[in-house]
Protein backbone atom coordinates (compact mmCIF):
# COMPACT_ATOMS: atom_id res chain seq x y z
CA UNK A 1 0.00 0.00 0.00
CA UNK A 2 2.97 2.57 -0.80
CA UNK A 3 1.82 5.66 -2.09
CA UNK A 4 4.27 7.41 -4.75
CA UNK A 5 5.11 10.82 -5.67
CA UNK A 6 6.39 11.31 -9.43
CA UNK A 7 7.61 14.60 -10.63
CA UNK A 8 4.96 16.80 -7.87
CA UNK A 9 4.99 20.14 -8.52
CA UNK A 10 3.14 22.75 -6.59
CA UNK A 11 3.40 26.38 -8.04
CA UNK A 12 1.40 29.77 -5.94
CA UNK A 13 0.46 32.48 -7.49
CA UNK A 14 2.50 34.33 -4.56
CA UNK A 15 5.94 33.31 -4.33
CA UNK A 16 6.72 30.85 -1.66
CA UNK A 17 10.09 30.96 -2.02
CA UNK A 18 12.69 32.52 -5.29
CA UNK A 19 10.59 30.74 -7.66
CA UNK A 20 7.16 30.48 -6.25
CA UNK A 21 7.03 26.25 -5.97
CA UNK A 22 6.23 24.56 -2.53
CA UNK A 23 7.27 21.58 -3.79
CA UNK A 24 9.39 20.88 -7.19
CA UNK A 25 9.96 17.91 -8.85
CA UNK A 26 9.42 15.81 -5.81
CA UNK A 27 10.01 12.38 -6.19
CA UNK A 28 9.05 10.07 -3.14
CA UNK A 29 7.98 6.73 -2.21
CA UNK A 30 5.50 6.29 1.37
CA UNK A 31 5.81 2.97 2.45
CA UNK A 32 3.16 1.75 5.05
CA UNK A 33 4.30 2.87 8.52
CA UNK A 34 5.64 6.39 8.44
CA UNK A 35 4.17 8.40 10.79
CA UNK A 36 5.37 12.33 10.24
CA UNK A 37 7.76 14.59 7.94
CA UNK A 38 9.75 16.53 9.60
CA UNK A 39 11.38 19.50 8.34
CA UNK A 40 11.74 23.42 7.95
CA UNK A 41 8.85 25.74 7.67
CA UNK A 42 8.36 26.61 4.00
CA UNK A 43 9.53 23.16 3.04
CA UNK A 44 6.25 22.13 1.44
CA UNK A 45 5.52 19.36 4.27
CA UNK A 46 1.61 20.57 4.58
CA UNK A 47 1.37 21.38 1.07
CA UNK A 48 2.32 17.56 0.49
CA UNK A 49 -0.09 16.46 3.11
CA UNK A 50 -2.99 18.71 1.04
CA UNK A 51 -2.29 17.17 -1.87
CA UNK A 52 -1.78 13.68 -0.37
CA UNK A 53 -5.23 14.06 0.85
CA UNK A 54 -6.64 15.22 -2.40
CA UNK A 55 -7.47 18.51 -0.84
CA UNK A 56 -5.85 20.31 -3.41
CA UNK A 57 -4.70 19.92 -7.20
CA UNK A 58 -0.79 19.71 -7.88
CA UNK A 59 0.48 22.03 -10.41
CA UNK A 60 2.55 18.70 -12.41
CA UNK A 61 3.12 15.03 -11.35
CA UNK A 62 0.96 12.65 -9.69
CA UNK A 63 0.22 10.60 -6.57
CA UNK A 64 -0.38 7.11 -7.31
CA UNK A 65 -1.49 4.38 -4.47
CA UNK A 66 -1.82 1.07 -4.79
CA UNK A 67 -0.62 2.01 -8.34
CA UNK A 68 -3.66 3.90 -8.86
CA UNK A 69 -3.83 7.45 -9.50
CA UNK A 70 -5.20 9.32 -6.86
CA UNK A 71 -8.90 11.45 -8.15
CA UNK A 72 -9.72 13.92 -5.60
CA UNK A 73 -13.43 12.09 -6.39
CA UNK A 74 -12.22 8.89 -5.10
CA UNK A 75 -14.31 8.08 -2.05
CA UNK A 76 -12.68 4.41 -1.79
CA UNK A 77 -9.41 6.54 -1.34
CA UNK A 78 -10.52 8.91 1.34
CA UNK A 79 -12.22 6.52 3.35
CA UNK A 80 -8.81 4.98 4.19
CA UNK A 81 -7.10 8.16 4.27
CA UNK A 82 -6.70 10.29 7.77
CA UNK A 83 -5.29 14.05 7.75
CA UNK A 84 -5.56 16.21 10.52
CA UNK A 85 -3.33 19.29 10.19
CA UNK A 86 -1.70 20.75 12.92
CA UNK A 87 -4.16 23.80 13.22
CA UNK A 88 -7.63 22.82 12.20
CA UNK A 89 -9.15 25.66 10.53
CA UNK A 90 -12.60 24.35 9.15
CA UNK A 91 -14.81 25.61 11.79
CA UNK A 92 -14.32 29.18 12.24
CA UNK A 93 -17.03 29.62 14.57
CA UNK A 94 -16.07 26.39 17.40
CA UNK A 95 -14.02 27.27 19.62
CA UNK A 96 -12.35 25.21 22.36
CA UNK A 97 -14.43 26.95 25.03
CA UNK A 98 -17.67 26.29 22.87
CA UNK A 99 -16.64 22.26 23.36
Do not use: W
Not at 4 to 20: A, D, H, M, P, Q
Amino acid sequence: MDIICKNLTKKYGSVRNEKGFALQKLDLTIKEGVTALIGPNGAGKSTLLKILAAIIHPTDGEVLFCNESIDPDNTEYKKILGYLPQFFGVYENISSQKL
